[in-house]
Each structure stands twice: as structure tokens, then as C-alpha cells.
Nanobody
Framework: VQLQASGGGLVQPGGSLTLSCATS????????IGWFRRAPGKEREMVSC????????DDEDSVKGRFTVSRDNAKKTVSLQMNRLKPDDTAVYYC??????????????????WGQGTLVTVSS
């Protein structure tokens, strides 16, 4: 099982960025994908989740209405579209996965496999 997050970078406040989580070694349609972030000096927090029923859960109130998760099982990727970015969104972003079965609405809190993070910096 492998995951690789990419797409991070420097963006101005109010800007947009799309992160991508490329997966391999497992059938994505049986696994939930969680997006997490760790800001400097803060604990890791869960941002959002994509379930295998293609449902999404925005776990972090501060991103609701700004971040959107989508998956493409055929391409084995899950994206995190981030709009109206704020300096507080600055963090290393990670994707993680856990088996939940096909067409499940479950978005776990705990994940088994993690990818390397990608740094997002929101600054003018």
C-alpha cells in the first residue's frame, strides 16, 4: 500500500490549490481516504475524508465550504480542492487510507497507511 501526496506550494491568501493523493498497491474503491494536516507547533488534525460510497466528510469546521474532496477510483487518485485559502491553512498535508469495504459511508478516525506530506504555505 502506497500513497503520495503532491501539489503543495506557496499561495497567496484567498488563492486556491489542489492537492492530489496518488495511490497504489490496493483497490481504492474499497478504502476510505482521509486528508490530514499538521501546522507548525500544532497537533495533527483531520481535514476531510472521502468514503468508498463517494461521500465526503469535512471534519474540520474551518474548512467547510472551502475545501472539497473528490476521488477517481479508475485513476487511483483522491484530490483535495482548497479555495479561499487563509494563512491558518499553512501546514503539511497528508493523505491516509484504511480499508472500509465497497460502497461504505464510513469515514474512519484512525488510518492504517500514510503517505508523505506536501507543504502548503499561505502567505503574501
Amino acid at each position: 500500500v502506497q500513497l503520495q501526496a503532491s501539489g503543495g506550494g506557496l499561495v497567496q491568501p484567498g488563492g486556491s490549490l489542489t492537492l492530489s493523493c496518488a495511490t497504489s498497491g490496493f483497490s481504492l474503491d474499497h478504502y476510505a481516504i482521509g486528508w490530514f494536516r499538521r501546522a507548525p507547533g500544532k497537533e495533527r488534525e483531520m481535514v476531510s475524508c472521502s468514503s468508498t460510497s463517494d461521500g465526503t466528510v469535512d471534519d474540520e469546521d474551518s474548512v467547510k465550504g472551502r475545501f472539497t474532496v473528490s476521488r477517481d477510483n479508475a485513476k487511483k487518485t483522491v484530490s483535495l480542492q482548497m479555495n479561499r485559502l487563509k494563512p491558518d491553512d499553512t501546514a503539511v498535508y497528508y493523505c491516509a487510507t484504511r480499508f472500509t469495504g465497497l460502497s461504505s459511508n464510513w469515514c474512519p478516525r484512525e488510518y492504517d497507511y500514510w503517505g508523505q506530506g506536501t507543504l502548503v504555505t499561505v502567505s503574501s
